[in-house]
Each structure stands twice: as C-alpha cells, then as structure tokens.
C-alpha cells in the first residue's frame, strides 16, 4: 500500500489551524474519502502536563508530531495534519532562540505533498497557550523561510468560516487531480503570492 497523501496546515498562532483542519478532513470524508485527521500534539502535551513545554522538551514533541502523521498516512488515503514539527522548530526559535530543529523539521516536512498556510487575517484569540498577537507576523515570516529551506511549495488560504473551508477544499481537490505535468516532474500548484512577506497583509482589515 502506497502511503496516503499528506496535507500539512501551518501558521501563526490564531489563524483557524485546528478549525480548518478538523472541517476540511470532515468534508473529504463526506465525499467518500479515506481520510484521516492529526492533532496538534503540543496541546495535547501541554493539556496534560497542564504547562507549557521547556527547550529541553521541543525535539520529542516535534520528533511525536512527525512520527503521529507518518502512522497516519501508512493507513489512510488521505491525512489531514493540524501542524507538523516545523511549527515546532519556529517556535523553539521565536520562544528559546533555538534554531536546532529546523534540520529535522524541514526534512520531514518534505514528506508531506500538500501545505496550506493559513492567512493572518482571523481576529485574534487570546488561549492560555499563546503567546500574544505580536508574535503572528514574526511567526509567519519564519515559517515562510523554513518552507522556502524546505523546498515545499504552499498555498495561502484565507477568509472567515465557509470561505476559508471552501479555498482549503479547493486547493485539495486541485493538488489530488492534478493537470498533467511534464515527464518527470511533480507538479504542484503555488499560491501566486508565495515567497512574499506582505501575502497576507492585503487581507487584513483596515483600522
């Protein structure tokens, strides 16, 4: 059995990751796919350990998530994964100065055959898990980078509730029926805006 296909959401803290990715593995399904959904370990961590995680702890929670998703697609067509270790990576950086796990995480990010990043244009949602709305821009740039590093294409959804399932469902069913690509060569499809830093800016609301 060939292992399924991997669509990885990413993004700031705030931006819907978890929604997007619970309703859009419910809406494959209803359209008789095989597919599955992977949750966030680091809640899940954090939820039971009732802390945050320290530095020392951020390779295995990442190392878990890596190791979660691939369990997942040696089962299921199609794997819906609510982050990969690359969040973790940024965050060990953004929150310990800790660039060790990019490595790794950028290596096994490339494993997955879809990323969908999701747009910094949500309100934003005070959790006890976060770390404020200053970070999400910070953030964002640095998941670009390490997605850049990694080589994988993604593609930026947007909009609020219905809308921002409807673009996350249309760029899935894009990627799982391709057009033709030339002999030898993976296609896949980039959000035109990809690699700017100003993406999701045109999205925000006016103050």
Do not use: N
């Amino acid at each position: 059995m060939s292992p399924g296909f991997i669509v990885a959401i990413v993004g700031a803290e705030s931006t819907g990751k978890s929604t997007l990715a619970a309703e859009l593995c419910a809406a494959l399904r209803a359209e008789g796919r095989d597919a599955t959904f992977v949750p966030e370990y680091l809640r899940e961590f954090c939820d039971r350990l009732r802390r945050t995680p320290v530095q020392s702890e951020q390779a295995h929670i990442a190392f878990e998530q890596t190791r979660r998703i691939a369990a997942a697609a040696a089962v299921h067509e199609l794997v819906i994964a609510d982050t990969t270790a690359l969040m973790i990576a940024v965050y060990s950086d953004i929150v310990f100065g800790d660039t060790s796990l990019y490595a790794d995480a950028e290596l096994a990010h490339r494993r997955c055959d879809l990323t969908v990043l999701t747009a910094l244009d949500l309100p934003w949602q005070p959790d006890v898990l976060r770390d404020g709305e200053h970070v999400r821009e910070p953030v964002d740039a640095k998941v670009r980078a390490a997605l850049h590093r990694s080589q994988s294409a993604y593609s930026v959804v947007g909009g609020s509730g219905e809308a921002r399932l409807a673009a996350a469902l249309k760029v899935v069913r894009r990627a799982l029926s391709p057009p033709e690509a030339e002999p030898g060569q993976r296609w896949q499809w980039v959000c035109e805006r990809c690699g700017d830093v100003d993406c999701e800016r045109h999205l925000l609301p006016r103050g």
